[in-house]
Each structure stands twice: as C-alpha cells, then as structure tokens.
C-alpha cells in the first residue's frame, strides 16, 4: 500500500542545534516533494520545493534533501531557535490525479 | 493582495443542517483544492479544480459538493451534516497542477458538527 510517514510526532532539541526531520515514502514515485509549516491555529506556509533530479535545495537555514533511491526526504534546519517550534509537514505529488499526499507531520519544539 | 480568504473562521452545525464554506483567492491561479485536517490524520483532500467550470473528487468527497464558475472562488458544500464531519478545512491553491508549485493556504475554517 501507498504510505508516507514523518519519522516522529514530536521532536525536541536545544537552541543552536540542527533539527533534522524525517519524511519517508512508500509506492509512490513523485516527481516532487515539498515541506511545509503549520503554526497552531494557522494554515500551512510553503517552505521549500525539490524536483526528483535535485538532490539538495537550502533556503537560508534551511536544508533539504531528497533521495529517489531510499525514498527518503530530510529536512534541516540549522542554528535553531525558539520561533522554529512548529508542525512540519511533507507532501509529495501521489494521489491519484498527481495531486499533493501530505505527511501526518513532526511537532518540532526548540527550547532556549 | 490578500492571497486565500476563508470564511466563516468558525462554525457549529446540528446534525442535518447544510452549510457553505466559502473560499477565495486573489493571485489568479487555476488550481484550487479544499482540504480536511482531523488529529493523527493528516492533510486529506476533499475535493479539486483546475480551472473554472472544472471540478474533481479527492481522497474523502462524500457528503460534500463543490463548484468553480469563476476562477477566484471556490465554495464547498455540506449537504446534510454530520458529526464525523467536525474538522478544521483548509482552502488551497497554486499555479500549478499537480506537485510542481506551492500551495497557498488560507486560515482555515474550524467545523463542529454537534
């Protein structure tokens, strides 16, 4: 069966560190993948797109990755703070009709 | 600009009534979605449009209705309510089909069926 799955539900690390979450897929093979971030009470924000060719994309602090092969991305966000502590969510191109399948998301928490 | 609108923020129903969700979006883009988010469940997708007078089922479209005749709104309909139906839903939309561009989302309308 089609799955994608967010390593965790929660994830917590110090300020500074590099939060690194997890986005592993099953049965589909999606041209793209994007990461998104939802604040409670808020709708997702697009944060960032790689195109299955692309290997990495940074925007500023953050990193992502994406291999074809593990079907497997990872998000990064490096020199983290407290205003980081949001939900992240992945999603790729996999639905029937191409559309976007989104992740459950990582509850990310950054503590001072 | 004020991107993609959504009213009304909250609302409770009884079970049986309808109601509209209104969506709107002000950057001319084609591709229009209506999500559902449930605890532990994810972003499902209700129903889509690819352009005005285009519409098409998603992953969860039963007892909700759609329709697109302009290319900026985007309602979506309850037909007769449900308590499975208490969710938060999200309006979406992008230039783009498909996973070739982001989504826009709007706030969000939260939905308790009682």
């Known amino acids: 069966s089609q799955k994608i799955e967010q390593n965790s539900e929660a994830l917590n690390i110090q300020e500074g560190k590099t939060a690194t979450l997890t986005c592993n897929y099953t049965?589909?093979?999606?041209?793209?993948l994007q990461w998104y971030r939802q604040d409670p009470g808020r709708g997702p924000v697009f944060l960032l797109l790689i195109r299955e060719n692309e290997k990495e994309k940074r925007k500023e602090r953050l990193k992502v990755t994406f291999d074809t092969t593990l079907k497997q991305s990872l998000f990064h966000i490096t020199a983290s703070q407290p205003a980081d502590s949001a939900t992240y969510l992945c999603a790729l191109e996999g639905g029937s009709q191409g559309n976007l399948i989104f992740g459950k998301g990582t509850k990310l928490s950054v503590k001072p | 600009n004020a991107g993609v609108t959504q009213t009304p923020k909250f609302q409770v129903l009884k079970t049986g009534q309808s109601m509209t969700l209104q969506c709107a979006q002000d950057?001319?883009?084609?591709?229009m979605s209506w999500y559902r988010q449930d605890p532990g469940m994810g972003l499902r997708l209700i129903h889509y449009s690819v352009g005005a007078g285009i519409t098409d089922q998603g992953e969860v479209p039963n007892g909700y209705n759609v329709s697109r005749s302009t290319t900026e709104d985007f309602p979506l309909r309850l037909l007769s309510a449900a308590p499975s139906q208490t969710s938060v839903y999200f309006c979406a939309s992008s230039s783009e089909y498909r996973g070739a561009s982001e989504q826009y989302f709007g706030p969000g309308t939260r939905l308790t069926v009682t």
């Open positions: 049965n589909y093979s999606p041209a793209y």
């Open positions: 950057m001319n883009h084609e591709y």
